[in-house]
């Protein structure tokens, strides 16, 4: 089986380096002869990507550790939903699974309308382009990161999954973020050759759906790992600006850029190559990030470690970034439309474009920063929380804000209504004198939610007015994204700066004290199974005397790993959420916890969930007007 699997993917290499020199050969000759073998070719690639990933699954499943991929990262005390998950839990398994999804994008590109309508020479160019991208993957997989490594000796037992992963939350967190990344590569391949023959505006129709649905998965990726980190971490929050956090947000902030400036393309005709930039930076950073979590570049809490993979990804990104350049500079551009003022709806669009490549840039120095520091220092300097806390939330308070004025201006110049603009302005000056006179007097944290207020009022209000935009699906979901900022935001606000901690060591029957809750502690339980010892607290929770529920968390001991694992209790709320983790306990059964009050915590969650789903009613069908060449 390591045979067969090897020697598909090994196939697929050959295919594809294949394939990108009949591409080449016939752009050459200005022909199309290869165009047929190219897309059949991918067909087939698919095919064989599918092949090996299957055999490593049956792998994984049957726990067969003459895989040293298996051995790694599985046991035989691992339930069979997490040993699949294992498929991207370690840097080989994840780099395939990345590659096979490359693949069937590729493959599903072949289907749609938007390819359909291109001209052959487009067509060769985007397969060109494209398959270089999957062939890099290919000499990894069958380079440095080979997941189908055979032991001829194979031990009894694998090393088992690190249990900080066996969580929901990571079954579906890597594999959403990989499929975002996988998928920006086709609109950048598309957005290259299209501006190579001469339609440079035509990719932003026929490439939206696909930057659309890219970046679904990538919002989803990063809310789903902000919640793993939540429940999983046991330190009570879901962001801790680590590398390997900011590593996919990075990416996020220049995509979402791009969603914006190509409305501004597709409408107003202008920013063409500064669309076609943003688009291949987006795919570039994707990379990136894959740097930072597997080269060893940077120290992170959940990075791979170095793998080898380091150096020929740094000369993948080099190599792209001189083509992009390249592919900028021989663009040739129609004359665009002149942007109107600042004062209307393309240049706030401008303003919030500037501000999130602004965000990024920040996480981008300062995930660096230890490197760069070793310029002048000899110990490296590494930016904690503190410093992105108060560089990186003011602005992405502004940037709400202006969500709020938004839709009431004009294309051209102006507001659209007076009325509109007096409410929104209004709900966030009443929002803000609310919040202060509830205790709420940290400017930011102020400034952020009464914007959030402000955003939550004039959506509803401009769909209250507008009977046309209820009826245009595109509108639920545009706004419906904004929405779900707004929530997000109004969750940030409160349950960062306002969140409430409380530590103590507990004799059973007493009381901990944490704001308005009192927390009994009344039982100690220890629960075994084969793999696993769980050490488990029980604390009745009441506030102002009001039984409210049970909190159980545990410390955990796996099998095949020597520290202990935090496993934590909530008690969920649309207010208030009690987060509890059990710090250690004594052969007495005394024990030591930690308490959180988080205010409002749940609506990020919601407000993540609200703006992937929403999203969903953005795709449109192709523009007739766009034609091939």
């Not at 107003?268 to 979590?293: A, E």
Request: glycine share 10%; aromatic share 14%.
């Amino acid at each position: 089986m390591h045979a067969i699997a090897f020697a598909s993917i090994f196939l697929a290499l050959v295919i594809t380096l294949a394939l990108i020199f009949m591409g080449f050969f016939d752009l050459s000759k200005n022909r199309d002869n290869a165009l047929v073998w190219m897309e059949r070719g991918q067909l087939a690639c698919a095919g064989l990507f599918c092949l090996s990933s299957w055999i490593l699954c049956l792998a994984l499943v049957h726990r067969d550790f003459s895989f040293m991929y298996v051995q790694e990262y599985t046991d035989t005390f691992l339930p069979t939903f997490y040993a699949l998950t294992a498929f991207w839990a370690g840097q080989n398994g994840s780099f395939l699974f990345w590659a096979m999804m490359l693949a069937i994008l590729g493959s599903i590109m072949i289907f749609t309308p938007g390819y359909r309508s291109l001209a052959p020479k487009t067509k060769i160019w985007f397969w060109t382009f494209f398959l270089l991208v999957q062939g890099f993957f290919l000499l990894m997989l069958t380079g440095v990161s080979n997941p189908f490594v055979q032991i001829l000796n194979p031990p009894a037992q694998g090393n088992g999954m690190n249990p900080l992963l066996q969580n929901p939350g990571m079954i579906f967190h890597p594999p959403l973020l990989f499929i975002g990344y996988a998928g920006f590569t086709i609109p950048c391949c598309l957005a290259f050759a299209l501006s190579i023959t001469g339609e440079p505006l035509a990719w932003m129709d026929r490439g939206r759906n696909w930057v659309l649905v890219s970046w679904i998965f990538l919002t989803a990726g990063i809310i789903l790992g902000a919640w793993w980190s939540y429940m999983e971490l046991g330190w009570g929050g879901y962001w801790a600006w680590d590398p390997v956090e900011n590593a996919s947000l990075i990416p996020w902030f220049s995509a979402t850029a791009l969603l914006h400036t190509s409305l501004i393309g597709r409408t107003r005709k202008g920013l063409l190559k500064t669309n076609l930039f943003l688009v291949s930076l987006t795919l570039l950073l994707c990379f990136y990030g894959t740097f930072v979590v597997r080269s060893g570049f940077i120290q992170s809490l959940h990075a791979f470690g170095s793998g080898g993979v380091g150096m020929p990804l740094i000369i993948f990104i080099g190599v792209a970034l001189f083509l992009t350049l390249l592919v900028i500079y021989a663009c040739r551009t129609a004359p665009s439309r002149e942007l109107d003022g600042m004062l209307s709806k393309p240049g706030i669009l401008l303003i919030v474009v500037w501000l999130l490549l602004a965000l990024g840039s920040i996480v981008f120095l300062g995930v660096n920063w230890p490197v760069i520091s070793e310029l002048w220092s000899d110990n490296s300097i590494g930016l904690g929380p503190d410093f992105y806390n108060r560089v990186c939330m003011p602005p992405l308070a502004i940037l709400v804000l202006l969500l709020a004025l938004c839709p009431w201006l004009a294309w051209k110049s102006g507001f659209k209504t007076s009325l509109g603009l007096y409410i929104a302005l209004g709900s966030f000056f009443i929002a803000g004198i609310g919040f202060w006179m509830m205790g709420i007097t940290l400017p930011v944290a102020l400034l952020g939610a009464s914007a959030a207020v402000g955003v939550i009022i004039s959506i509803g209000t401009l769909f209250l007015l507008n009977a046309s935009l209820r009826k245009q699906l595109w509108a639920w979901g545009a706004y419906g994204v904004h929405l779900g900022v707004a929530l997000i935001a109004l969750g940030i606000a409160f349950s960062g700066p306002y969140q409430v901690n409380e530590e103590g060591i507990l004799h059973k029957g007493e009381v901990l004290k944490v704001g308005d809750y009192e927390l009994l502690y009344n039982d100690f339980q220890i629960k075994e199974t084969p793999g696993m010892t769980a050490y488990e607290a029980r604390l009745m929770v009441a506030k102002k005397g009001k039984p409210l529920g049970i909190l159980a968390p545990q410390k955990r001991m796996y099998t095949n790993f020597d520290q202990s694992f935090a496993e934590v209790a909530i008690i969920p709320g649309l207010g208030d959420e009690v987060y509890a983790t059990l710090l250690g306990f004594d052969e007495d059964k005394n024990i030591s916890v930690k308490i959180s009050i988080n205010p409002l915590v749940n609506w990020i969650w919601i407000g993540g969930t609200l703006m992937s789903l929403a999203a969903l009613l953005c795709f449109r069908r192709q523009r007739k007007s766009v034609t091939a060449a």
